[in-house]
């Protein structure tokens, strides 16, 4: 009964090959988020969706885009991989902004 | 700007002590206060908010604005309460997207 799905599990892509990873909600939730999470730090915001409003975070690279084609799907693209995204993606939903967020299991990326 | 603060990367007790996880916040406003909880293998999930004032699994979380701080405590530490905690904050006032403390590994030892 998951209701934040995140596929791949684990995901080895090379060094530079676009790698897209995935994530459905079947909460009917407003609003989907996108971290990156590295080892033995907290999750950072990547970018997130509020309905069909795409918002970037500042700091986050320009490698780095999403999509969301409806309300249950959300897409992480990484243009160009490099060393330093290989982390675990997390992805998230709430029903509002300030709702608390529900989590996938993440997919954990590694650039070989 | 928002920031969460949690000074203690690891945090080591015998099972049955009391355990204290320290958060402290800052935000100049009135945020809303989470705790989340990831298990070995595990995803990340919510443990409880203050705005609920619930207590879940034995643990208690009380907001003091006055020290901005929002410890998270337990009298019994259980094997079983061996995680990840990280504490965050949403304010009102900077999107509502929620900022996350460096976290804090609890192992409770037999």
């Known amino acids: 009964d998951a209701m934040v799905i995140q596929n791949p599990r684990y995901q080895v892509t090379q060094f530079g090959k676009p790698v897209t990873l995935s994530c459905s909600q079947t909460?009917?939730?407003?609003?989907m988020y996108w971290y990156q999470q590295k080892s033995s730090q907290a999750p950072k915001l990547l970018f997130h969706y509020y309905d069909k409003d795409f918002n970037n975070e500042a700091d986050t690279p320009d490698n780095f885009q999403s999509r969301r084609p409806n309300t249950s799907f959300c897409f992480l693209d990484i243009r160009s991989p490099g060393l330093g995204d290989a982390a675990m993606y997390l992805c998230?939903?709430?029903?509002?902004?300030?709702?608390?967020?529900?989590f996938g299991d993440g997919t954990r990326l590694s650039i070989l | 700007a928002q920031r969460v603060t949690q000074p203690e990367k690891l945090l080591s007790v015998f099972k049955g002590a009391p355990v204290e996880l320290k958060c402290n916040y800052s935000y100049s406003g009135s945020p809303e206060l989470f705790w989340y909880v990831q298990y070995s293998r595990q995803r990340l999930q919510l443990l409880l908010r203050?705005?609920s004032r619930e207590s879940i699994k034995g643990f208690t979380a009380d907001l003091n604005k006055g020290e901005t701080s929002f410890h998270l405590k337990k009298p019994f530490a259980q094997e079983e309460d061996s995680a990840m905690y990280y504490c965050a904050l949403i304010g009102f006032n900077a999107g509502n997207m929620l900022t996350f403390g460096g976290g804090t590994r609890l192992m409770v030892k037999p």
């Open positions: 203050h705005i």
């Open positions: 998230a939903t709430s029903r509002d902004g300030g709702d608390p967020q529900h």
């Open positions: 909460l009917n939730h407003n609003v």
